[in-house]
Protein backbone atom coordinates (compact mmCIF):
# COMPACT_ATOMS: atom_id res chain seq x y z
CA UNK A 1 0.00 0.00 0.00
CA UNK A 2 1.27 2.99 -0.87
CA UNK A 3 0.81 6.29 1.53
CA UNK A 4 0.30 9.45 0.51
CA UNK A 5 3.32 11.89 1.09
CA UNK A 6 1.87 15.35 2.78
CA UNK A 7 3.73 18.90 2.69
CA UNK A 8 4.51 17.99 6.61
CA UNK A 9 6.35 15.11 5.38
CA UNK A 10 8.10 17.12 3.25
CA UNK A 11 9.28 19.29 5.92
CA UNK A 12 10.29 16.87 8.56
CA UNK A 13 12.72 15.01 6.09
CA UNK A 14 14.06 18.19 5.37
CA UNK A 15 14.96 19.04 9.07
CA UNK A 16 16.12 15.21 9.46
CA UNK A 17 18.56 14.99 6.64
CA UNK A 18 20.32 18.79 8.01
CA UNK A 19 23.53 17.83 9.54
CA UNK A 20 22.73 20.52 12.48
CA UNK A 21 19.32 20.36 14.07
CA UNK A 22 19.08 24.22 15.29
CA UNK A 23 17.83 26.71 12.84
CA UNK A 24 17.16 30.24 12.63
CA UNK A 25 12.73 30.32 13.71
CA UNK A 26 12.19 33.55 12.18
CA UNK A 27 8.97 33.44 10.37
CA UNK A 28 9.65 35.82 7.69
CA UNK A 29 13.20 34.19 6.64
CA UNK A 30 11.61 30.61 6.84
CA UNK A 31 8.76 31.21 4.36
CA UNK A 32 11.74 33.60 1.88
CA UNK A 33 13.64 30.30 2.21
CA UNK A 34 11.14 27.95 1.44
CA UNK A 35 9.80 30.02 -1.78
CA UNK A 36 13.89 30.58 -2.84
CA UNK A 37 14.26 26.89 -2.38
CA UNK A 38 10.85 25.72 -4.77
CA UNK A 39 12.14 28.29 -7.41
CA UNK A 40 15.27 26.35 -7.46
CA UNK A 41 14.35 22.52 -6.97
CA UNK A 42 10.59 23.04 -7.56
CA UNK A 43 8.51 19.65 -7.71
CA UNK A 44 8.75 18.55 -4.17
CA UNK A 45 7.30 21.75 -2.89
CA UNK A 46 4.71 21.96 -5.19
CA UNK A 47 1.99 22.06 -2.30
CA UNK A 48 3.61 25.75 -0.94
CA UNK A 49 1.68 28.40 -2.51
CA UNK A 50 3.24 31.40 -1.83
CA UNK A 51 1.16 34.88 -2.19
CA UNK A 52 3.23 38.09 -2.83
CA UNK A 53 2.80 40.76 -0.27
CA UNK A 54 5.82 42.31 2.00
CA UNK A 55 7.71 39.23 1.35
CA UNK A 56 6.31 35.52 -0.01
CA UNK A 57 3.96 33.88 1.92
CA UNK A 58 2.56 30.38 2.27
CA UNK A 59 0.08 29.99 4.92
CA UNK A 60 0.50 25.89 4.66
CA UNK A 61 4.25 26.73 5.27
CA UNK A 62 2.97 28.44 8.53
CA UNK A 63 0.45 25.33 9.62
CA UNK A 64 3.50 23.17 8.98
CA UNK A 65 5.68 24.67 11.00
CA UNK A 66 2.96 25.10 14.19
CA UNK A 67 1.92 21.77 13.92
CA UNK A 68 5.49 20.55 14.24
CA UNK A 69 5.87 22.60 17.55
CA UNK A 70 2.54 21.31 18.55
CA UNK A 71 3.40 18.02 18.21
CA UNK A 72 6.82 18.41 19.82
CA UNK A 73 9.00 17.48 16.67
CA UNK A 74 10.49 20.99 17.30
CA UNK A 75 11.03 23.00 19.79
CA UNK A 76 11.59 27.08 20.39
CA UNK A 77 13.89 26.97 23.27
CA UNK A 78 14.16 30.40 23.56
CA UNK A 79 11.36 33.41 24.49
CA UNK A 80 12.27 35.43 21.44
CA UNK A 81 11.70 32.33 19.15
CA UNK A 82 15.05 33.66 17.10
CA UNK A 83 16.30 29.59 16.75
CA UNK A 84 14.02 26.05 17.27
CA UNK A 85 15.40 22.53 17.19
CA UNK A 86 14.55 19.47 16.04
CA UNK A 87 14.03 17.73 19.07
CA UNK A 88 15.32 13.72 19.45
CA UNK A 89 12.29 12.52 20.07
CA UNK A 90 10.98 14.15 16.57
CA UNK A 91 14.28 12.84 14.70
CA UNK A 92 13.35 9.73 16.10
CA UNK A 93 9.46 9.98 15.38
CA UNK A 94 10.74 10.84 11.88
CA UNK A 95 13.13 8.49 11.06
CA UNK A 96 10.74 5.43 11.61
CA UNK A 97 7.62 6.74 10.60
CA UNK A 98 8.35 9.61 7.96
CA UNK A 99 11.71 8.47 6.30
CA UNK A 100 10.35 5.41 4.59
CA UNK A 101 7.60 7.67 2.78
CA UNK A 102 10.45 9.90 1.39
CA UNK A 103 12.39 6.74 -0.25
CA UNK A 104 12.02 8.15 -3.43
CA UNK A 105 12.50 11.72 -2.97
CA UNK A 106 16.08 11.32 -0.53
CA UNK A 107 18.38 12.86 -3.10
CA UNK A 108 16.61 15.48 -4.09
CA UNK A 109 15.98 16.19 -0.63
CA UNK A 110 19.47 16.11 0.25
CA UNK A 111 20.43 18.28 -2.28
CA UNK A 112 17.66 20.97 -0.50
CA UNK A 113 18.59 20.07 2.80
CA UNK A 114 22.55 21.50 2.30
CA UNK A 115 21.05 24.68 0.54
CA UNK A 116 18.42 25.01 4.11
CA UNK A 117 20.92 24.68 6.12
CA UNK A 118 23.35 27.63 4.83
CA UNK A 119 20.38 29.65 4.68
CA UNK A 120 18.41 28.99 8.06
CA UNK A 121 21.41 26.77 9.92
CA UNK A 122 22.08 28.13 13.21
CA UNK A 123 25.85 30.49 13.12
Known amino acids: MVQEVFADDIICGLLFLCSKHEFKGNQRYLQETIFELKRKHGGVFDDFVFSEDLYPYSQLL????????????????????????????????????????LSDKLEILRNIAEDFEKAVGKE
Open 62 to 101: ERVFSRLELSRIISFDNPDYKYFVLTPNGRNYIEKKIMPL
